[in-house]
């Protein structure tokens, strides 16, 4: 009998002691793979919003979650899943031992698996620490670990964990995620028949997903709302009300992209943020999506009428001249019947809308078709502006005291110049090949004369008006011969909006700005300033403001007149058609417009800044305005503006650019330094 006690005794020493090696083992196992949930850092989607909040994109690596913190949960979710999945969730350490009990009796009674006892820690631990492996040791260590973490965090905590881990099919990580995207829903919102669709998941994500098995995913909500019932937390209008809901059930696209052009160069912006994808950011810019639209819309209008017309003037031309293109490096004959979009599929465009006093871009389009190019023409492309670059020229002659009414030639010269001991000959000329003779300051923008401007530049002096416009405005690059009175610089579209702020901001010109700030859940909010830089006075700015609006009412801009709102602006057009530009600006907002072909070859004859580009113009504050009809209409005229009255004509001048007396034109000499 002693004999048998002993034994006894050793055996259950000795499986004490193989059970706890066995367990030690596991604790040594799993003692810091606790740690990855206990200082959870789990990716997180980070979002783009426009100026009012409202969402542009997600992005995301992999897993697209939104994260939500536990005092943000409304307690009905809190309820909803307990009720679901872990009814004593609070009254259990991680380990519910009775319900494996009653689900090991149940299982042998079946002679299989008909129950899990796993409870939100249990799942919570395999979900984010450890495999799905279905063995022994993996359930051991699941135990463990769910005894760790219940010991290292409170039951809040783990709940918090739980509802931003879970994966709810369709692509969504947490709960917050889920909600927005099936329902397009915060999570307050939501009712409880939304709630138990959304608990009701996890069990079985795909077959409970409610854009594939509508049915079904209301049959399991349907069983979370019983549930609820039977633990006496809703009553029974609850349970019928919730019994009877049909909810609409959203099925869209992850990123949820509605400004891809924008997108794309936001992230140029913060390529050197490792984290963009996964930080949880959120992004701040100054785009106004009702503008990002309209705009994509203008832009369409304008490309497109540009396609037709140039499709009907090479069709007409094939019929009476032998027409030919580059097909694969070889030239082939095109035929009337053959011209159609395809011939003209280097046609394209851009759009920037902008703020006048803070720079802040209201609307990038860079292509008229983005599934087509993602190549922003917005900001990666530069192009020469043409006779869009005159103003800076016209307003440095009025800051050098020049005035609206100074008389300027307009008239044909011919410029000599040696290259390798030849003499070569630059013959500039006027658009309409023609010239006026005399005319003003003022007419001579209006109209874009091309000589006329030259003759500007030359009277004060080439290198003179080089460095005034470095040291005004900033542009680098500028071309040492007179080709600069014709905008041969070369600038994207985004970076001359920046500059024609000095125009539509009274003398204060503004960088364009995209990012506003960004947020972290836990960092401080990272704010972009706006830089800024003073070109001249208000009321300088002004005269070239005044001038501008006569070339929208009656000069080369015509096309983008609105009735109800005074506009200003200035059209370009390159050699040969290459480039067809608008810049204009209203007294709030301003847009620069360019079409062209990408391959930098000329366009069809005709398309010009005021026959492509201005038309765009037009149509976007036409129906901005419209949307708006608060916006303001009139140009203020600042204090120091001279106002004079002739009949019913009005002109403005300033103690810098008085009313001239009567003058002499005097042509210089044409000279090689003036070239080169």
């Given at each position: 009998?002693k ?16 059970v ?5 083992y ?15 850092k789990p ?7 426009d ?33 679901i ?13 009775e ?8 299982d ?27 063995k ?34 369709h ?35 795909s ?16 069983r ?9 937390w ?52 100054t785009?106004d ?11 369409q ?7 037709e ?12 001249q ?5 097909h694969n ?11 159609n ?19 802040d871009i209201?609307?990038?389009v ?17 192009r020469q ?8 020229i ?19 010269r011919?410029?000599e ?27 001579a923008?209006i ?60 003398g ?16 401080d ?12 006075t208000?009321?300088?700015a ?9 070339v ?32 204009g ?9 360019w079409l ?16 492509a580009?201005a038309?765009?113009?037009?149509y ?37 650019s ?8 005097d ?9 080169f």
């Amino acid at each position: 009998m002693k004999r048998a006690k002993q034994i006894l005794f050793g055996l259950v020493f000795v499986g004490s002691a193989v059970v706890l090696g066995v367990l030690f083992y596991y604790y040594h196992e799993t003692r810091y793979l606790a740690d990855n949930l206990v200082y959870y850092k789990p990716k997180l989607t980070t979002q783009i919003v426009d100026r009012h909040g409202e969402r542009i994109a997600n992005l995301f690596d992999q897993e697209h979650r939104l994260y939500v913190r536990y005092d943000d949960i409304p307690p009905r979710i809190i309820e909803a899943l307990i009720a679901i999945e872990d009814t004593l969730f609070f009254e259990h350490g991680g380990v519910n031992y009775e319900a494996i009990l009653r689900a090991l009796i149940k299982d042998v009674i079946a002679g299989k698996k008909v129950e899990g006892a796993s409870t939100l820690t249990q799942q919570l631990v395999k979900n984010t620490l450890l495999t799905r492996d279905k063995k022994i040791s993996r359930k051991i260590k699941e135990a463990m670990l769910s005894l760790q973490v219940e010991m290292r965090l409170s039951k809040e905590e783990l709940l918090e964990r739980y509802v931003n881990e879970l994966f709810l099919g369709h692509g969504y990580y947490g709960i917050r995620t889920a909600a927005e995207g099936y329902f397009h829903k915060d999570l307050h919102q939501l009712t409880l028949k939304e709630i138990g669709m959304l608990v009701g998941l996890p069990k079985a994500p795909s077959f409970y997903d409610p854009t594939r098995n509508y049915e079904i995913a209301l049959g399991r909500a349907n069983r979370v709302a019983t549930r609820m019932h039977t633990l006496g937390w809703i009553d029974e209008a609850a349970l019928n009300e919730a019994m009877a809901e049909r909810p609409v059930v959203y099925n869209e696209s992850l990123t949820q992209n509605r400004a891809p052009y924008v997108v794309d160069e936001v992230m140029r912006q913060l390529s050197h943020m490792s984290d963009l994808r996964t930080g949880g950011y959120t992004i701040y810019t100054t785009i106004d999506l009702g503008m990002q639209d309209l705009a994509q819309e203008a832009l369409q209008m304008s490309f497109q009428a540009s396609l037709e017309r140039s499709i009907t003037a090479l069709k007409a031309k094939a019929k009476y001249q032998t027409v030919y293109v580059e097909h694969n490096g070889t030239s082939v004959r095109l035929r009337p019947e053959e011209v159609n979009a395809t011939t003209f599929e280097s046609l394209n465009g851009a759009m920037v809308v902008s703020e006048n006093k803070s720079g802040d871009i209201l609307a990038m389009v860079g292509g008229v078709d983005y599934a087509k190019s993602s190549y922003n023409r917005a900001t990666q492309s530069r192009r020469q502006p043409g006779s869009a670059f005159k103003p800076f020229i016209y307003q440095t002659g009025l800051d050098m005291g020049y005035s609206p009414k100074t008389r300027l030639a307009d008239v044909a010269r011919t410029y000599e110049f040696e290259i390798d001991g030849e003499i070569q000959k630059w013959q500039p000329k006027n658009y309409e090949e023609d010239f006026s003779g005399i005319l003003t300051l003022r007419e001579a923008l209006i109209h874009s004369r091309n000589l006329a401007t030259i003759n500007l530049v030359t009277d004060i002096g080439l290198s003179v008006m080089r460095e005034e416009l470095e040291k005004r405005y900033g542009f680098t690059s500028l071309p040492k011969d007179l080709s600069l009175a014709l905008g041969s610089i070369s600038l994207s579209v985004t970076e001359l909006a920046g500059y024609y702020t000095a125009f539509s901001n009274g003398g204060v010109m503004n960088e364009s700005r995209l990012i506003a700030s960004i947020a972290h859940p836990t960092y401080d909010t990272r704010t972009f300033e706006v830089k800024s830089k003073t070109t001249t006075t208000p009321e300088q700015a002004y005269l070239m403001v005044d001038t501008m609006r006569d070339v929208v009412n009656r000069g080369t801009g015509k096309s983008a007149k609105v009735n109800g709102i005074e506009i200003a602006g200035k059209t370009g057009t390159t050699n040969k058609a290459i480039d067809a530009w608008f810049c204009g600006f209203t007294p709030t907002v301003q847009a620069i417009i360019w079409l062209g072909n990408d391959d930098n070859t000329p366009m069809q004859a005709g398309e010009t800044g005021g026959h492509a580009a201005a038309p765009a113009f037009g149509y976007f504050m036409q129906h901005y305005l419209a949307r708006h009809p608060e916006l303001k209409r009139t140009f203020d005229i600042p204090e120091g503006v001279i106002v004079t009255r002739k009949g019913d004509k009005i002109e403005y001048y300033t103690t810098t650019s008085p009313p001239p007396q009567r003058q002499e034109i005097d042509i210089p000499q044409a000279s090689e330094e003036m070239l080169f």
